[in-house]
């Protein structure tokens, strides 16, 4: 429920302004799907993900679609995987 509260606050948020769209909002086991359907220009996602990994849907994401920007939200400042996903070539870490 957490997770939802915030995709949809950001998505509210992120529509305010006249140069966003927010195109979609998935959990983890739609995101690939809603990424290939929708062909965004920027994927945001949360940095703990369930089931798959951070670091494995950037991977998987990455396979498909690369140098897709990427921007990761993370809770916890200085956060190891927040850094590892840095080194992976993420575009940006938004502490909440």
């Known amino acids: 429920m957490e997770l939802v509260l915030l995709r949809e606050g950001l998505a ?20 690939m799907a809603t990424v290939r359907e929708s062909k ?5 996602f949360e940095a703990y993900l369930s ?4 670091l494995d849907f950037v991977r998987k994401l990455w396979r498909v679609w690369l140098n ?4 990761v939200l993370d809770r916890k400042a200085h956060s190891p995987f927040a850094a590892r996903l ?11």
Not at 51 to 54: C, N
Not at 68 to 71: G, K, Q, R, T, V
């Open 12 to 31: 509210a948020r992120l529509s305010e302004y006249d140069d966003l769209v927010v195109i979609a909002t998935a959990g983890l086991e739609q995101a």
């Open 40 to 44: 965004p220009t920027t994927v945001v």
């Open 51 to 54: 089931g798959l990994g951070s």
């Open 68 to 71: 897709l920007p990427l921007i």
């Open 86 to 96: 840095v080194a992976l070539g993420i575009r940006g870490v938004a502490l909440l």
